[in-house]
């Protein structure tokens, strides 16, 4: 089965701290996204990654940047945290196969995050 | 872009079959999948189907794909109150690997 973790379930940071959100992968898979999940908004897309070192801004980067420097890691990173990135995030990784794949997505549990 | 659109809340009773509903703006969708996200929780794949496909049935989940309308239905049989949880559609966008969302279907089973 594939398993997508992430670093915390629940974390509680200040307005302009530096934070951190962490996800792995153990099914050797391409791709790994960041998405926001919010009441009435549904699940945005912060930034996806089809490969180590690669990054690609989604619908909502904004305040957010990424990194991936090992193909099973993919970090969030929120430069100076505002109350109004206080959110589910959630991470998902998939996999890409040349010349035909289905592309489902496997989740990560989410980290909810609380900026005060 | 994709816009993805669902119906925010259904109310059935325990044994009764459950219809969630989804339209798609995007016709060249290949893939088009159904996922359960329970309180608290990420979210879980329950089934896909491929665009070439009308119907697909997994247990007691049946999904409909009628591509002329651009509509997509997922039918739960014998609802059970464990089915309880929000239903999201999400369609392939078209050359990438990415997936839009809609919005959710929160699914409320009563005994």
């Known amino acids: 089965d594939v398993k997508v973790t992430q670093s915390s379930r629940y974390l509680v940071k200040r307005t302009g701290e530096k934070v951190f959100l962490e996800c792995v992968q153990d099914?050797?898979?391409?791709?790994m996204f960041w998405y926001r999940q919010d009441p009435g908004l549904g699940l945005r897309l912060i930034y996806f990654s089809y490969d180590v070192k690669m990054k690609e801004k989604g619908d909502i980067p904004e305040g957010y940047s990424v990194s991936r420097e090992k193909k099973e890691r993919f970090s969030l990173i929120l430069e100076s945290a505002s109350t109004n990135q206080t959110s589910m995030y959630l991470c998902?990784?998939?996999?890409?196969?040349?010349?035909?794949?289905?592309?489902?997505?496997?989740f990560g549990p989410g980290t909810r995050l609380t900026v005060t | 872009g994709e816009d993805v659109e669902q119906s925010l809340f259904l109310s059935v009773r325990e044994g009764d079959s459950s219809v969630i509903n989804c339209t798609y703006t995007d016709s060249s969708s290949t893939y088009l999948y159904w996922y359960k996200q329970e309180p608290g929780a990420g979210l879980q794949l329950l089934t896909y189907i491929f665009s070439n496909m009308d119907m697909k049935q997994d247990q007691r989940l049946t999904v409909l794909l009628n591509k002329k309308d651009k509509h997509l239905s997922l039918r739960i049989a014998d609802t059970q109150t464990g089915d309880s949880a929000i239903y999201f559609c999400?369609?392939?966008?078209?050359?990438?690997?990415?997936?839009?969302f809609g919005k959710g279907t929160m699914l409320l089973v009563s005994p």
């Open positions: 999400a369609v392939r966008n078209s050359g990438y690997s990415t997936l839009t």
């Open positions: 998902a990784s998939s996999s890409y196969k040349k010349g035909g794949g289905t592309y489902e997505q496997y």
């Open positions: 099914m050797d898979h391409e791709n």
